[in-house]
């Protein structure tokens, strides 16, 4: 995430809200507005190099016009109604988190979630940690890390979505003073989520945030994820085996350029039913994205290859179980992670989060996606 600095957006606020206000139409969506703020600075003479430095405030000045924060056309609503919010008030963890780089390294983020975990001591024992993964597996509508994030800030969440997808989906908007929960976006630094509880407007749908799973996974369906699979430079081998074996993942060989994505092979049994396969790969799929197999710098994946066997395979189970219980299938790995007997203190929390997120994405079941599904 970018460093926002008060006295730098001071300087950039004025510009952008001129950009929008005489080059746009109330109503305007966040499109057209980015295109005159763009075509406001080209004409100030930045250019494509400021591009990086510039756009976090950017992000930061679209939100807080969508949120009601900033109202570009003081002389008539903005948002079809709706009373402009309060600023927002962040929490010492939301200022540490929404003050950091994009481009930190694996250690630097670690680092950051390490520090902010032990200083609450969350995680310190098993029963946490299953209510943690418990809780991710609820917010099917945030990605793995995201719903981390959520829970770390406001465990008792059930629903929680950004203003604009309360106004647009929902007919809700916050309310007065609401304080805003922050994760992670996709291609930016952070966005802005409210908890279902400071919203106000329609009644939500009993099914509003029900995304179809797949319990009962059929072998077409299953073909499509592995066919989403093979795109990320992952070979599959069907193993005809014994109900005892499952699976398992090698490199094949490295990146060309050392900066590309490294080529494996990943093999499961194609004798086993197809929910049964799925898991299988999301175990193996999980090894290779903790780092188990070593560094892959096009997938931003560190070499971990030093972690004790043991918990290796308790860091796969956990990441397989999340991804498999969120989309509606039950592992059997749930008693063997409640049976760990290893040291809380030596999971990397921030690892399996991390690579479930992976695994969902590559096997084409990311919560991003399944949610622009839902809408459209």
């Known amino acids: 995430m970018a460093i926002i600095r008060p006295e730098t957006y001071s300087k950039f606020k004025p510009i952008f809200l001129d950009a929008v206000n005489t080059r746009t139409k109330p109503g305007a969506d966040r499109n057209e507005m980015m ?19 510039i756009g976090p405030y950017i992000d930061l000045f679209l939100e807080e016009v969508s949120i009601g924060t900033i109202d570009p056309f003081p002389n008539g609503p903005y948002l079809a109604g709706l009373e402009p919010s309060p600023a927002p008030v962040f929490t010492p963890f939301q200022k540490d988190l929404f003050a950091r780089k994009p481009a930190q390294t694996e250690t630097q ?4 979630l390490d520090q902010l975990i032990a200083a609450t001591q969350l995680y310190d024992s098993s029963e946490a940690i299953q209510e943690l993964l418990a ?13 981390m994030l959520l829970h770390i800030q406001k465990p008792g969440l059930t629903h929680a979505a950004t203003a604009q997808d309360w106004r647009d989906r929902f007919g809700r908007a916050p309310k007065r003073g609401a304080r805003p929960l922050l994760v992670l976006r996709t291609m930016g630094p952070v966005d802005f989520v409210f908890d279902v509880l400071d919203t106000e407007g ?3 749908p009993v099914d509003a945030f029900s995304f179809p799973t797949f319990g009962n996974l059929s072998a077409n369906r299953f073909g499509e994820f592995m066919r989403a699979v093979t795109k990320d430079k992952i070979d599959l081998v069907q193993l005809d085996a014994g109900d005892g074996s499952a699976g398992w993942i090698r490199l094949l060989a490295l990146s060309g350029s050392g900066k590309g994505k490294n080529l494996y092979q990943l093999a499961y049994n194609r004798n086993h039913p197809p929910p049964t ?12 994205f903790l780092g188990h197999l070593g560094a892959d710098v096009g997938r931003r994946v560190p070499d971990r290859r030093d972690t004790p066997h043991e918990l290796m395979v308790v860091e796969a189970e956990m990441v397989a179980y999340l991804v498999a219980m969120r989309n509606g299938l039950e592992p059997r ?6 049976n760990y007997s290893g040291a809380l203190g030596e999971l990397n929390l921030y690892a399996v989060m991390r690579t479930a997120n992976a695994v969902e994405t590559v096997m084409g ?8 599904e839902e809408c459209h």
């Open 35 to 53: 295109q005159a703020i763009s075509d406001q600075l080209a004409e100030a003479s930045y250019g494509e190099d400021d591009a990086g430095d």
């Open 109 to 112: 983020e670690r680092a950051l």
């Open 135 to 147: 809780f991710t597996i609820r917010l099917r509508e945030f990605a793995p890390f995201n719903a």
């Open 202 to 204: 329609r009644e939500l």
């Open 277 to 288: 396969r799925f898991v299988t790969v999301a175990h193996e799929l999980a090894h290779l």
């Open 333 to 338: 790995s749930e008693s063997y992670l409640s």
């Open 365 to 372: 079941i990311s919560a991003h996606k399944l949610w622009n």
